[in-house]
């Protein structure tokens, strides 16, 4: 399958920071017309789109999060230099000179600033970053930033998608990546006119970068039986990693989670996904990462009595920093795993 890279552009470079995700739901929502039966977005800004299933007797649920790791305006100075807070899981040292645009009442672009190393003390320079050492520059004086930009405002990064070798390299793949096989994935099974095995519940959550939760109230809502999260995950394999280290590795396939920090996925589930990845020779790897969780935590449990829950992760590296990195041919694998995931799973034996 090919990678339509014009589309995972426009996903990734929306804004859309947890709480703020607005501009990306509506590009969602347009992509989504005409790929199911129903779509839904529910009081908290979730997207679900329903596409009918051969049977109605047992819900499918698929989640991918829409909201990207961004910050939150906390103040701006006499000199009218911004001062921010996080939103979502930041590495401090990896905000130096980083593009963002803050969203105020109209879009202003800046960088981050902090002090030159030229004068900064040995002291200074062996201390590791903190996030208040940081401010945004937007060139402006107090009284021009003041028309545009108030306390409370939005910020995400400025990183426009480029190709290079066979990987894709933007912000936000974390997990607009996701976003995308989801799409994609309403998309093949319009194309192929193969029917899901029982109605298909694709949800697009918001606020997973502050604690999965979106997909807690989708989940609520639905109730599914069988249920995947689709997220990013770490791809280790750079030089000065180890083996055991390298969780996944780039242009080794769909990632078949195995558990997380929030989350054990079913064994049934598990054995599932690699019997269906094997019979339609789908390219995949297992996944375990020992840090971190995803929305596939918030299907599992948030469901009355559990759902038999597993994840398709994209492997990615550089996550959570200024860019991130995937493998086309990986998001191609994940689109089609998920596909035949949710066509097939009336053909497997579920009994403990």
């Known amino acids: 399958m090919p990678v339509d890279i014009q589309l995972l552009a426009r996903i990734c470079e929306a804004p859309g920071a947890p709480g703020s995700e607005k501009k ?19 009081a908290m800004g979730n997207i679900v789109a329903l596409k009918k299933g051969r049977s109605s007797a ?6 991918a999060h829409m909201d990207e790791i961004g910050f939150i305006v906390t103040h701006v100075d006499d000199k009218g230099f911004i001062r921010f807070n996080p939103v979502g899981g930041f590495d401090p040292k990896t905000l130096t000179s980083q593009r963002v645009i803050i969203h105020g009442r109209k879009d202003v672009h800046g960088v981050m600033g902090s002090k030159p190393v030229h004068i900064m003390s040995q002291e200074e320079k062996n201390k590791v970053p903190q996030i208040k050492d940081y401010f945004i520059d937007t060139g402006m004086a107090k009284k021009e930033i003041a028309k545009l930009v108030d306390v409370g405002d939005f910020v995400t990064r400025y990183s426009p998608l480029m190709e290079f070798g066979d990987c894709v390299n933007a912000k936000s793949l974390d997990n607009r990546a996701s976003v995308f096989v989801l799409i994609e994935t309403l998309r093949a099974l319009k194309k192929s006119k193969t029917k899901p095995a029982y109605d298909f519940h694709a949800a697009f959550t918001v606020q997973e970068e502050v604690g999965l939760r979106g997909a807690q109230t989708s989940a609520l809502q639905i109730q599914p039986d069988f249920s995947f999260g689709l997220d990013t995950t770490i791809a280790y394999d750079i030089p000065g990693s180890t083996p055991q280290e390298r969780c996944t590795a780039l242009g080794e396939g769909a990632a078949i989670k195995l558990m997380d920090s929030s989350v054990i996925c079913d064994y049934r589930m598990i054995a599932f996904m690699k019997a269906t990845a094997k019979r339609h020779k789908i390219k995949w790897q297992p996944e375990i990462l020992s840090a971190g969780g995803t929305d596939t935590a918030s299907l599992q449990r948030m469901v009355a009595g559990g759902s038999i829950a597993g994840a398709v992760s994209v492997p990615t590296r550089h996550i959570h920093q200024t860019i991130e990195t995937c493998n086309k041919q990986d998001l191609a694998d994940c689109v089609s795993l998920l596909t035949a995931c949710v066509c097939d799973l009336d053909s497997h034996d579920w009994s403990f």
Do not use: Q
């Open 24 to 42: 990306i739901r509506e590009l969602v929502l347009a992509e989504l017309t005409g790929l199911a039966d129903e779509i839904r977005t529910d």
């Open 58 to 63: 047992k819900k499918t649920m698929a989640a």
